[in-house]
């Protein structure tokens, strides 16, 4: 509903900076739609794009949890006659429509945006991007408009701290192995021991290829490079 009412706001906007570059006001038909009072068209109509995608994927999602239902059902009757019986559909556990979400998610279709009129007033139609004229939004898949950014490299100006020394395991074939957390550059191992010639535990790193025999290993360390 909410992302309904912004679309209409969207709408309204553009429409009042088409006034404007005729000679008309924005007013306050751009307030809730930007922090910006002079926003420019193509601005406006990225957000109205990225509005419809979210319509798209939300309906796409409940779409998954729909098919996911099972039919159960219950008979009734004299000695299990089952001469009727009551029936309801069950959803699944989180985790099953979580795995179909991943699927869709894995295979999401890229989209592009284009200015179209409607009753005069003009809006965003998404579509699907490339060259295929004949190629259409599947109505079940998920869409996106902008390829994710790489979160493996550190970049400050998007807020994305990179995964250099990330500690990882190197034993697991999950989200937390080095595989997918290292991003194919590798890891260093460090081990963490404790000095027998204290009489204290002191715990240390140190790198694996200094290693003697006056220091109990106690585990080792996998962090990305």
Request: positive net charge.
């Amino acid at each position: 509903m909410q992302d309904l009412l912004m679309l209409r706001l969207s709408e309204r906007c553009l429409t009042a900076i088409n006034d404007q570059q005729r000679g008309g006001h924005i007013g306050d038909r751009c307030k809730k739609v930007t922090r910006n009072k002079s926003p420019s068209k193509e601005k406006v109509r990225a957000k109205m794009a990225k509005i419809k995608m979210n319509l798209h994927n939300n309906q796409a999602g409940r779409e998954v949890a729909k098919k996911a239902r099972r039919l159960s059902c219950k008979c009734h009757g004299v000695s299990g006659s089952c001469s009727s019986k009551t029936c309801w559909y069950e959803i699944p556990q989180m985790a099953v429509i979580g795995g179909a979400l991943k699927e869709k998610y894995d295979s999401a279709q890229r989209i592009a945006y284009e200015t179209v009129m409607k009753r005069d007033v003009e809006t965003v139609e998404i579509k699907p991007r490339g060259r295929k004229v004949r190629e259409t939004i599947v109505r079940d898949n998920l869409l996106y408009l902008s390829k994710s950014p790489n979160f493996c490299t550190k970049n400050m100006a998007k807020d994305i701290i990179g995964t250099t020394g990330r500690e990882c395991n190197i034993n697991s074939n999950g989200p937390d192995s080095c595989d997918q957390l290292c991003c194919d550059r590798g890891v260093i191992r460090t081990t963490k021991t404790v000095n027998k010639n204290s009489n204290f535990l002191v715990l240390e790193i140190i790198p694996i290829f200094q290693f003697t025999s006056k220091f109990v290993q106690i585990s080792n360390l996998e962090n990305c490079l």
